[in-house]
Structures are given as C-alpha cells and as structure tokens.
C-alpha cells in the first residue's frame, strides 16, 4: 500500500509541473478552453512513464508498469539490431547502403511491414505502436526528412540500446562493471 506522504509528494510534483507548464507558456493570455487543454495535457505527459526512469504518477500510484519488460527488452533488441544493420553500412564500409532503402523501398516496407506482423502475434505491444507511430510520422510527413530510417531510429536511442544490451550481457555472463584496484603497498 502506498503511504499518504508518496501521493502528496506525487501530488506536489504534479503541481510544480502544472505551474511550470503555466509559466513558460503563459497561459493567462489564452482562453479558459485552451488553457484547459493543456494543462489537461501536461497531465497526461506527467502519467506517461519513460523506460525505467518512471516520471508516471499512475505507475507510482498502481505499482504497475504500463510498459512491460519483455515489450521494453524486445523494442531494444529491435533497435539495436537496425543500429548495426544500417549505420556500419551507411558508413561506406561496403557498397550496399541500407539508408537509401528508407526513400521509399518496396523492400524495407515489406520487411517493416514483416516484422510489425510477428510483434503483434508475439503480443510485442510495444513494438507494433512504435511502429505505427513511426510509419504515421513519416506517411504525415512530420520530420524534413523524406527517409523513413530517420522515423524508425535514431542515433541516441541506438546508443543507448547497445549499451544497456552490452550492460545485460556483462552482468549475465558474471563480469565486473568496475573492476575494483588493490590499493598499491607504499
């Protein structure tokens, strides 16, 4: 059970946000109806959890993630295996660059469209919305670019995925992150 001192803090958190989302916008110039609207839309970004960093009152609150650990572990793999699919390549380092199939291949549509199928009949929530997000941004044209690599991944995100693959890895096979130096004899 969640103790009254965790929802006032949650509660106070929210609104220092609420505040902050008023202060920087400045609110007061809008109409009643909008500023409504986007108070009520910091609420939900606050109820939105982020990974493992939970910023999400409702996963405070329920001790429930909204995002499950195999949906998460299975949208890391996913994107680290397109990290080193397409950038090594798109490097130059072979004649076959994976980034030009982003403007508009009948292939890459097909293999995407392949893997959204798996990872709704493996129940991959996760990665069939991330895919459908992406494929929307990229059909409503809401990036400059016209590669639909830049909708699917990006640099940091890729980044971060083959770290916390490579942090899993070590752990399991029972290496030290830090390896601890016997204090020299004077």
Do not use: H, K
Not at 40 to 62: E, M
């Amino acid at each position: 059970m969640i103790s009254a001192n965790a929802v006032f803090g949650l509660f106070g958190c929210g609104l220092l946000s609420f505040a902050a989302v008023a202060t920087v916008f400045r609110l007061r110039r809008f109409s009643a109806g909008a500023r409504v609207a986007a108070v009520l839309a910091a609420a939900a970004a606050l109820f939105v959890p982020f990974g493992d960093l939970s910023a999400a009152c409702i996963a405070q609150l329920t001790g429930r993630r909204l995002v499950g650990q195999r949906d998460l572990r299975a949208l890391v793999w996913l994107v680290a295996a397109a990290a080193v699919f397409l950038y090594p390549f798109a490097l130059g380092l072979t004649p076959f660059d994976p980034y030009a199939l982003g403007y508009g291949s009948v292939g890459l549509v097909t293999a995407l469209l392949l893997v959204t199928l798996a990872a709704w009949y493996a129940r991959l929530n996760l990665v069939v919305l991330v895919v459908i997000a992406a494929a929307l941004a990229y059909l409503a044209g809401a990036y400059e670019s016209r590669n639909l690599w830049d909708y699917l991944i990006d640099p940091l995100v890729s980044m971060y995925a083959l770290v916390w693959l490579l942090a899993g890895l070590r752990g399991r096979i029972g290496l030290p992150l830090a390896r601890r130096v016997p204090p020299s004899v004077s």
